[in-house]
């Protein structure tokens, strides 16, 4: 049987590269697989957050899902403290995963950067509390955008690791699903960093809540080059911004980036951003739209959240009987 589990942290507002890397994909898959989607809070409270607005993010971010197309009947959806088997089996990973592979993540040197000693603990793991969102559920397939291969690359390992202390064929190798043509989507301030939460610049990013003005103000504002669009078949080389314009207007005209130089190949960015603010406007404002009408009303996202976190309860409890009974515990 193929699983689903993916998730997404609740550290701010969803954004495009969120949207077109990941959350598009799995309103996708939910028609045709058992999927598992995951708001983890656990993951958020590895850098400081403020309480108050940790709580409000949680509920933003599920009213994102919702809005997006996430039917909450047929997925599991739900936050993951409400499970308690996430942080179990991560420390049992803790266990298992090793140091020297830890130090290879490079999604922590970035985040901890020069001030690694005042890191916290529970960033440094945090890959382990990531293999075990996926493995607690025995997931076999995980849809994320590129920037979290490494971190599926590592929870292959523990998988591999802990079926091999314990000579049991127990836990699935999950395969990462990276939709090759939006898994960077990349900054409107430079086309080599990617779309990001945590960049200072709010015009790095399109927010999902953003409106229309605003949505039509990032794209008139984002960097470009001089030069004209390319003509298909023609090389993006050494024009990442161009690159990520037309990716994106691909992605959400659900077109190819061929299809898009040959519209617009020779036209100047003055004529193609005015149609990519169109599109962009006319796709993410209706879900803006729904994500603030959600919001209003808490009790049918809490509804949600619970609902789905007694689902996965269920399919977690027995993976994790079996974990103790392998490796002794009573
Ligand atoms: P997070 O919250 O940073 O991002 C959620 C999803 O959005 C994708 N994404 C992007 N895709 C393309 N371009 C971008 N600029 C961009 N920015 C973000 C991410 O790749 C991700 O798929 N560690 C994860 C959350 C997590 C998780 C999991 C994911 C925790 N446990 C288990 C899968 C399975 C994270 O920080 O995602």
């Not at 999950?174 to 090759?180: A, G, R, Y």
């Not at 077109?255 to 617009?264: G, K, N, W």
Request: net charge negative.
């Amino acid at each position: 049987m193929e699983r689903i589990f993916s998730g997404v942290q609740p550290t701010g507002n969803l954004h495009l590269g969120n949207y077109l890397g990941a959350i598009r994909n799995w309103v996708k898959l939910q028609f045709k697989f058992e999927c598992l989607y995951c708001v983890v809070d656990l993951h958020a409270i590895t850098v400081p957050q403020n309480p108050t607005e940790l709580r409000a993010n949680i509920r933003e971010v599920t009213a994102g899902l919702l809005a997006a197309g996430l039917d909450p009947a047929k997925n599991i959806i739900f936050n993951q403290s409400k499970v308690s088997g996430h942080a179990e089996l991560a420390w049992i990973f803790n266990c298992v995963s090793r140091l020297g592979w830890l130090n290879r993540m490079t999604q922590f040197k970035e985040k901890a950067g020069k001030r690694r000693d005042n890191a916290t603990v529970g960033l440094y793991a945090y890959p382990n509390l990531m293999a075990a969102d996926i493995l607690l559920y025995k997931a076999t397939h995980v849809p994320v955008g590129a920037d979290q291969k490494q971190h599926l690359e590592l929870t292959r390992d523990i998988a591999q690791a802990f079926n091999s202390m314990f000579d049991a064929d127990f836990f699935p190798e999950p395969e990462p699903v990276i939709m090759d043509d939006t898994a960077r989507v990349m900054s409107l301030r430079s086309g080599t960093n990617k779309m990001s939460k945590s960049d200072e610049s709010d015009y790095s990013r399109i927010n999902l809540t953003d409106d229309a003005d605003i949505i039509a103000l990032k794209i008139q504002k984002a960097r470009t080059d001089p030069e004209p669009l390319p003509g298909p078949g023609d090389q993006f080389s050494g024009r990442p911004e161009a690159e990520n314009l037309v990716g994106i207007y691909a992605a959400l005209s659900d077109t190819s980036v061929e299809e898009v130089c040959a519209e617009f190949g020779g036209k100047n960015f003055s004529e193609f951003k005015p149609r990519l603010t169109e599109i962009a406007v006319a796709k993410l404002v209706p879900i803006g739209e729904e994500i603030k009408r959600l919001s209003q009303d808490l009790s049918h996202i809490d509804a949600v959240l619970s609902n789905g976190a007694e689902r996965a309860e269920n399919i977690a409890q027995p993976v994790l009987s079996e974990v103790r009974e392998i490796i002794g515990l009573i």
